[in-house]
């Protein structure tokens, strides 16, 4: 039985891998930050663990993993999904918000990866699948900071697969498009039409449609698979 801890957990892409990994007989433990309703809703429907942390704090994030840890009694697989977006012009942005974004999107990762390629080096084993976007690949106008980040995503994973590589630690990134999620429930019927026209499949994703990527890549089908950037995008992202 695998045992999986997946950050962002309580809703949408993170969510429906909890639901995914749970489905097929895993250990999930998840980390929320904030919607207390939402993550007792996903644990009740799941049986996953949840645990309540603020990922951009790096003492609270080698807590959280600490208590997932426990709980599960070890790990085999980290799905760093937590993330948080900051719409608005470049030279209206506040150093506030640039650092929050970045501190969730990227530093989380970050905290919660090292916490676990230590545990991971120890057993010779191990997966991280980090959930970017496609505006990480192409960048988007009014999100400067959400694209810097995802961006961001891209190298750390990058870097992990080489150092990490040689210890049988495999470490992957999936760049989700524009998926049916609430962070993308600030658009507008409009918006939603012209993003579908950007879109070749001419749709917008399902969060399923992601865990299921996940889960394949962390899954000893995708055994020869790490350092990949993969979009589930629809082909929004050429």
């Given at each position: 039985m695998k045992?999986?801890?997946?950050t962002?957990?309580?809703?949408g892409i993170?969510?429906a891998?909890?639901e995914?990994?749970s489905?097929?007989?895993?250990?999930?433990?998840?980390?929320?930050c904030?919607?207390?309703?939402a993550?007792?809703?996903c644990?009740?429907?799941?049986?996953?663990?949840?645990?309540?942390?603020?990922?951009?704090?790096?003492?609270?994030?080698?807590?959280?993993?600490?208590?997932?840890?426990e709980?599960?009694?070890?790990?085999?697989?980290?799905v760093?999904?937590?993330?948080i977006?900051?719409?608005?012009?470049?030279?209206?942005?506040?150093?506030?918000?640039?650092?929050?974004v970045?501190?969730?999107?990227?530093?989380?990762?970050f905290?919660m990866?090292?916490?676990?390629?230590?545990?991971?080096?120890?057993?010779?084993?191990?997966t991280?699948?980090?959930v970017?976007?496609?505006?990480g690949?192409?960048g988007?106008?009014?999100?400067?900071?959400y694209?810097a980040?995802?961006?961001?995503?891209r190298?750390?994973?990058?870097?992990m697969?080489?150092?990490?590589?040689?210890?049988?630690?495999?470490?992957?990134?999936?760049?989700?498009?524009?998926?049916?999620?609430?962070m993308n429930a600030c658009?507008d019927?409009?918006?939603l039409?012209a993003?579908?026209?950007?879109?070749?499949?001419?749709?917008?994703?399902?969060?399923a449609?992601?865990?299921?990527?996940?889960?394949?890549?962390a899954s000893?089908k995708?055994?020869f698979?790490t350092a990949?950037?993969?979009g589930?995008?629809?082909?929004?992202g050429?």
């Amino acid at each position: 039985m695998k045992k999986v801890v997946v950050t962002g957990g309580s809703r949408g892409i993170g969510r429906a891998c909890v639901e995914l990994f749970s489905e097929n007989d895993c250990a999930v433990a998840f980390i929320y930050c904030s919607n207390d309703d939402a993550a007792e809703d996903c644990a009740e429907q799941t049986g996953a663990y949840p645990i309540k942390a603020d990922l951009s704090d790096p003492e609270e994030a080698q807590w959280a993993y600490d208590r997932a840890v426990e709980y599960l009694g070890g790990i085999d697989v980290l799905v760093n999904n937590a993330g948080i977006s900051e719409s608005g012009l470049v030279t209206d942005m506040t150093d506030d918000a640039w650092q929050r974004v970045i501190n969730t999107n990227l530093s989380a990762a970050f905290y919660m990866s090292r916490a676990a390629a230590k545990t991971f080096v120890g057993k010779q084993s191990g997966t991280i699948v980090n959930v970017g976007s496609v505006w990480g690949r192409c960048g988007a106008s009014c999100e400067a900071a959400y694209s810097a980040s995802k961006a961001g995503l891209r190298g750390l994973t990058l870097s992990m697969a080489k150092e990490l590589g040689p210890s049988g630690i495999r470490v992957n990134c999936v760049e989700p498009g524009v998926i049916d999620t609430d962070m993308n429930a600030c658009y507008d019927d409009d918006d939603l039409d012209a993003l579908c026209e950007e879109t070749p499949l001419y749709r917008i994703g399902d969060p399923a449609e992601v865990a299921e990527l996940v889960y394949f890549l962390a899954s000893e089908k995708a055994s020869f698979i790490t350092a990949q950037i993969i979009g589930v995008d629809g082909g929004f992202g050429i």
